[in-house]
């Protein structure tokens, strides 16, 4: 492997087409006769329709059809994750409303139009009456006796019920010297990809077949569920994912608005094309959390953890989206140690319908919410026993592991070194000398605070017999291809799907580190069925991780195979010969080389070959990890907070994170920032509120507050190299580390900044009047 | 009705007859060709739309095409000449100030703008003059960086 | 987002703007466009007629004579806060400008468009209170004067009448010994003002002889501090007189001041004061 192209910041060959406007995104596709479809949506959080009328919109300039719940034949939308063991009830999720909607945005009409101004301007003679029912919109309120009950056949809209459990919780508790409790609002949020969604259907008549462009994160999943939505039979559809404009877990799922587009595109054989605004991005593009947690830890005093036992709520909005069900379980229960030797944990997670949009994996997926918890819960035990923060962390962190270690609640870690990287921050920051220049701030009547938070995550989705066993209806493996065309240049296809994360660069890294071409020789394909190998998709920190490995092994496939054509072409036995980038030897002559383009030449000349070897210089690899990767990290930030306002503002932040080796330094320190911001944001700014009647208060970005440029101070990164034990070149994934860290830790800071005013809780987002709030009311304040 | 409006984008002039709905980034994004403005929001504060209107930046969503008649417009494929990257797009590019670079050309246009007001900014002023683009990927830093590097760069 | 459909008629002078509006009933005027441009793709404003007022000459240009500054109504925040004599002949104005919304919508939006549309959380209009400004509006009746006191009439509502054009914004020039000064708490989304300050006070021989402080964000007009002015007049501006004067502030707003989901009434009325004070002692700094 040579070391000058992995490991190297090279620039991003993504970016000549970005940065120039080339690029093409889903909405930028136009087509001769391409019509415009647009969704009447429901301004009612729970009602029945009580009669709709199109006829005067299908009467309006430019429209060509108008469609509602009774003229639309798709099978309901799929939920493809399914808990074992949990009791789940999945609602029926129709594309269309027939004569209920549950959440404001649910579909009630679709107008086909020739331009979307005529689509829009029909809308508005739809006629609609709804008889509007009480809305519930509490995932504790919602499955209590009495609530509105969303769906005939899920009693107390429970969706789920799902426990994790590890170790003997009632023994911990009974042992413990002290019993820290919490009650936890983790906020629904809204990703905010900047790319709004969109599709473009295109039906082949005559042939029957059908090409969907579509801002998905993972096309091959989305046609699989568009062959089961649609009855278009999966060797008839092309799903494409041009260019995608973040995702952040939102564009995983499947939405009724590509179906419907397909719908149109088939009933009029015409390409139909369908873009959300914001408006409607913001109502019925997935949203993430939303969970309220009754937490408890126990400990002895000298602040050894015992055990953890939690509560947790999860709203799953009006209906299950594609992989909701698995975020707050899976993704979520079994995280629950963090970095810690924790050796009891029972957490019982009720999933609950409630009439809101749909939730789905939001950055980090589970993780922040498990992490902030164990993180939340290590702070308030430190303020209990009167420890500093960090010195209950040092007394329970995992020590050192190089291969495996197992927590209660079953997983085993792949290798960590959680002491050590704290060890790193401190140093870094000088800990001490922060914690004096607090006090001095402090004396000096500023109100300044520090947050530390630990974390480990798991990612590289993952091991296809776990997804299996736990109820994911999908493999997680990945898939690459690695074609050497004559020249030596290279294509490589995959299956994942990037969009934004710059593999299209670190996967052209990793082939040309491995058989010695060079990077600019190396192109990666990937975001179209038809042209690339099944795979699974980008989410889940899991491209480098699983699909690199995948690719690292067809490579090694190619290189195997060069070798052995190598060996013949200058007539040596393969036991003889070396390699050293790119070239192929006999020992202790690399001046008699052949060069990988040598041998590509030759093996797609096919002229002169080993009896029984195969013509071409290609290889395939699918490949089905082991064992999940589990990045992990020290996350440190330094807050003051004005005490006439309650306004807080991020002075320092700092962030090591163990991703095991990089590829490029710069595109994983790109990761950081951008994930570190999505926490922040949480803690800092963002929520999505409804209000009683289940009306979407923060419905534009009018309301919502994303994190902006001038907010935000400069984030110091930095990192240790820990290898994954299991995966070829010990990666381990860094998507989502930021984000996981991030929120508790700031959260932490902030927490820690009001201590002195007797504030213990406090929820989320620190908007400057819940803060202030909490300054003027000290140790009475209402918190969570 | 339609109006009659005249618009040159990226120095070829465009006659059109337009609604007078037409928003301005439409106007753009409908000529073919010109799709790298892109729409983000519904409300004026995600700057993906951000153009050059007769060398001042706006966002063209907030803006209709019969505004802009007799204007001149230049967008983000309008800012290299000649096959040379402009020295924006070759910072953003060096210090990797995308990802998946949606708001990339909206934020170029604005940082074009922030050194055309302000041609040697501090950090702290390239973050105020792009508090009006959002980027959900980057957390702005690198572009920060990315601006700092035009900047000297322009200075040249 | 997509606006309903409209006729779109183009003023090319004054008279012409001003005669378009008299034939077409329930015609909006249409400057830099970022009020109702936005209301338009939300549907929230329908208007079947639109007269685009945004290159009538009258309406540009700022000047300074006879001790005023006048500000056409088509000027735009960028250049209002660029302008080196509002930022001599009226600080807070100048540094308001520089605050609205973000540098392109700054490029695009009016002082015209901002204060005819008069949100309550708008900038403009509590700096154009407290400086005293003049309003010159044309009309059927021709052309008439209006202060600020009576301008702003309600929530989005204004001395600009259905037929009416806000032509120039006349404001006095900064007088001897006098200094102001605008305090912003930004929404951190929309930027508007979840409570804006604007202060001027005029300090001769040490004293403040004269002092007004308007606030918006808070109430559906700018909110004159009356209390708090009257503290200020015939003190010496220190820290202890400037808080003592911010402090009377909650009595001035009275009981209807506006909250929303981010920031209550309450919370309003009681974080106005720490914005009253630093807005005057930003005044009180400037004053020379």
Known sequence: MSSRIFGSGIRRREDPRLITGAATYTDDLTMPGMLHAVMLRSPHAYAKITRIDTSRARQAPGVIASYTGADVNLNAMPCAWLPPNSSLKIAKYPTVAVDTVRYVGDIVAVVVAETPEQGYDALELIDVEYRPLNASLDPQKSCAPGAPQLHEDVPSNLAFQWTVSGGDVDAAFKNADVVVKERIVQQRLIPNAM?????????????????????????????????????????????????????FGCKIPAYPGEFLAIFASRKLNRPVKWTETRSENYQATTHGRDHVQEVELAATKDGTILGIRARSWSAMGAYLSTAAPGIPTILHGLMLSGVYNVPAIKEDVYGVYTNATPVEAYRGAGRPEATFIIERMVDKLAAELTMDPVAVRQKNLIPKFEN??????????????????????????????????????????KIMGIGVGTYVEICGLGPSQVASAVGFQGGLWESAIVRVHPTGKVNVFIGASP???GEETTFAQLVAAEIGVAVDDVKVVHGDTETTPMGWGTYGSRTTAVGGAALVLATRKVKEKAKLLAAHLLEAAVEDMDYDDGKFFVKGSPDKAKTIQDIALMANLSWNMPPGMEGGLEASMFYDPPNFTYPFGAHLAVVEIDGDTGDVTLKRYVAIDDCGPQINPIIVEGQVHGGVVQGIGQALWEEAVYDANGQLVTGSMLDYALPRADRLPNIEVLSTVTPSPHHPLGLKGIGEAGTIASTATVYNAVMDALAPMGVKTLRMPFTPERVWRAIHAGGKSGGN | MTVRISITVNGRRFDRDVEPRQLLVHFIRDLGGFTGTKIGCDTSQCGSCTVLLDGVAMKSCTCLAVQADGSEVITIEGLAKEGQLHPLQEAFWNKHGLQCGFCTPGMIMASHELLRTNPKPT?????????????RCTGYQNIVRAVREAATAMAK | MYASNFNYLRAGTLAEASALLQKNPGAKVLAGGHSLIPLMKLRLASPTVVIDIGRVPELRGISLSGGALTIGALTTHAELAASAAVQDAAQALSEAAGHVGDPAVRNRGTIGGNVAHADPASDLPAVLTALGATFHITGPGGRRSVQASDFFKGMMNTAVGEHDILTTIEVPARAAGQGSAYAKFEHPASRYAVVGVAACVIVNGGTCVAASIVLCGLTSTPARAKSGEQALVGQALTRETIAAAAGKVGTDLGSDVLGDIFASAEYRAAVAPVYVRRAVEAAASRAR
């Open chain 2, 123 to 135: 950090d702290d002023a390239i973050r105020h003059g792009l508090a009006g683009n959002l980027c």
């Open chain 1, 404 to 445: 495996g270690h197992s927590v209660a609640t079953g997983l085993t870690y792949d290798s960590g070194d959680y002491p050590g990287i704290l060890k790193k921050l401190l140093d870094h920051v000088n800990y001490e000398a922060l914690r004096k220049e607090q006090a001095a701030a402090r004396t000096a009547g």
């Open chain 1, 195 to 247: 790319e709004p969604r969109a599709a473009l259907a295109k039906w082949a008549g005559a042939s029957g077949e059908l090409t969907l462009w579509n801002t998905t994160q993972n096309p091959h999943i989305l046609r699989y569920l568009t062959s089961v939505v649609t009855g278009i039979a999966e060797d008839k559809l092309r799903v494409i994912a041009p260019e995608v404009g973040g995702g």
């Open chain 1, 499 to 501: 969009h934004g994360q």
